[in-house]
Every structure is written in C-alpha cells, then in structure tokens.
C-alpha cells in the first residue's frame, strides 16, 4: 500500500532528503507547508507543497536506468496540475544556495 510505502521513505531518508527536509519543515519557508514522502496517485513524490502544487524530486544514480519512468511520473504529475523540480542528490549537498533560489523562484511563481 502507497501510505505504507509512504511511512517507510520517511524513516530512510538520504541525506540529500534529511538535509531538504531539515530546511523546509515546519513552514520554515516564508511560511510555504512542504510534505515529504506523499502519495500522489500511484506515486510517491519527496517533497510537495499543495498550496503551490510544486513538487521536488531528489534523484540518486539509481535515477540514471529509470528515464522513462521518471519521465512517464513527472508527465502525469503534470497532468494532475503539479510542476515537478528535480535534482541530483550531490546537488542539494554541495549547491544549496542555487537549489533554494530556484525552489523559491518556482513559489513565487505560484
């Protein structure tokens, strides 16, 4: 089951997730709610706000053999009204202040 599935992401984190996670929480965000692991149909997404409809995807290598099911998620996500931000996990280890910046810019867009 999805919120099973869900609830076990959550315990095993990354630590590119541990450390997004850590910086979004509790409205931390000029007050934008970010959830982590949720279902959205028959997927999990990492991280969405649902008052922006803004969905960010962490991606470890094992993302580099799964294009086309990312890609097939990241099309239905869209077509449920999400915009989909992805990046790799060294990315919001090493480059912070651009993946804020960009993740704030894609708020504000609303």
Not at 25 to 35: D, I, L
Not at 48 to 64: A, M, P, Y
Not at 84 to 101: A, C, G, Q, S
Request: charged residues 35%; glycine residues 6%; proline residues 1%.
């Amino acid at each position: 089951m999805a919120s099973e599935r869900a609830r076990a992401l959550r315990r095993n984190l990354t630590d590119a997730e541990r450390f997004l996670w850590a910086k979004r929480r509790g409205r931390r965000f000029a007050e934008f709610k970010f959830r982590r692991q949720q279902p959205i149909g028959k997927y999990i997404v990492d991280f969405v706000c649902f008052e922006r409809k803004l969905i960010v995807k962490l991606d470890g290598s094992q993302h580099v053999d799964q294009r086309d099911y990312d890609d097939a998620r990241t099309a239905w996500l869209g077509t449920q009204g999400f915009r989909v931000l992805r990046f790799w996990n060294h990315e919001v280890l090493t480059e912070w202040n651009v993946i804020d910046e960009v993740i704030w810019a894609a708020l504000q867009a609303g």
